[in-house]
């Protein structure tokens, strides 16, 4: 199973961006996917959970709805857009496939 996240890096506050995580070795259309983040000195939160058909979703708590998660299973990519970024949603942000498999992570750093 390989992860491979990119997309991250430095995004003015009323921006955009997308996060986007490749996956090979395994069945990526019956997988459900997450991503997750990590703030300096913080726990890692669940953001956001899509099923392997995409066609249900789940957000953590208090997750801005500036945050939306899809898929395309034709490119085994998962995908985090990003609206109107603040500066609280610096972090770097994983990819996760349950349970058990994770990416390296992208930094994403919104600053003026």
């Known amino acids: 199973v390989q992860l491979v996240e990119s997309g991250g890096g430095l995004v003015s506050p009323g921006g955009s961006l997308r996060l986007s995580c490749v996956a090979s070795?395994?069945?990526?259309?019956?997988?459900?996917m997450s991503w997750y983040r990590q703030a300096p000195g913080k726990e890692r939160d669940l953001i956001a959970s899509?099923?392997?058909?995409?066609?249900?979703?789940y957000y953590g708590n208090s997750v801005p709805s500036r945050f939306t998660i899809s898929r395309d299973n034709a490119k085994n990519t998962v995908y985090l857009q990003m609206n109107s970024p603040k500066p609280e949603d610096t972090a770097v942000y994983y990819c996760?496939?349950?349970?058990?498999?994770w990416g390296q992570g992208t930094q994403v750093t919104v600053s003026s």
């Open positions: 996760r496939r349950p349970p058990s498999s």
């Open positions: 070795g395994f069945s990526f259309s019956s997988a459900a």
């Open positions: 899509i099923t392997g058909t995409g066609d249900s979703t």
